[in-house]
Nanobody, 126 residues
Framework: QVQLVESGGGLVQAGGSLRLSCAAS????????MGWFRQAPGKEREFVAA????????SYVDSVMDRFSISRDNAKNMVYPQMNSQKPEDTAVYYC???????????????????WGQGTQVTVSS
């Protein structure tokens, strides 16, 4: 069982930066690919970024490429998306997820994920 708690959401102006955090419980954190998804009002949840178990591989949706970066600290059971050059269309509830996959796999679809956090709101004003 893994419990995930997101933090760091809030209001930011367009062009600004925000760093979210996801804290995971349990002793098998390094067994999971970790990812971030987001859901805007009236839209389906979409993949944003993910990182492999060791942190050596990452994947991003095209709309955040070169603006967002994801990292993890397996010693602290933490995963972080650094979100730069934010746009109003980045406004959404952001969810952290954990996918139990093989090493070097980066889980990019919601069906691969076994656990989810409760979400944190990010609002980007224009």
């Amino acid at each position: 069982q893994v419990q995930l708690v997101e933090s760091g959401g809030g209001l930011v102006q367009a062009g600004g930066s925000l760093r979210l955090s996801c804290a995971a419980s349990g002793r098998s954190f390094s067994s999971y690919s970790m990812g971030w998804f987001r859901q805007a009002p009236g839209k389906e949840r979409e993949f944003v970024a993910a990182i492999s178990r060791s942190g050596t591989s990452t994947s991003y949706v095209d709309s955040v490429m070169d603006r967002f970066s994801i990292s993890r600290d397996n010693a602290k059971n933490m995963v972080y998306p650094q979100m730069n050059s934010q746009k109003p269309e980045d406004t959404a509830v952001y969810y952290c997820g954990a996918a139990r996959v093989q090493a070097r796999v980066v889980a990019t679809t919601g069906l691969e994920y076994d656990y989810w956090g409760q979400g944190t709101q990010v609002t980007v004003s224009s």
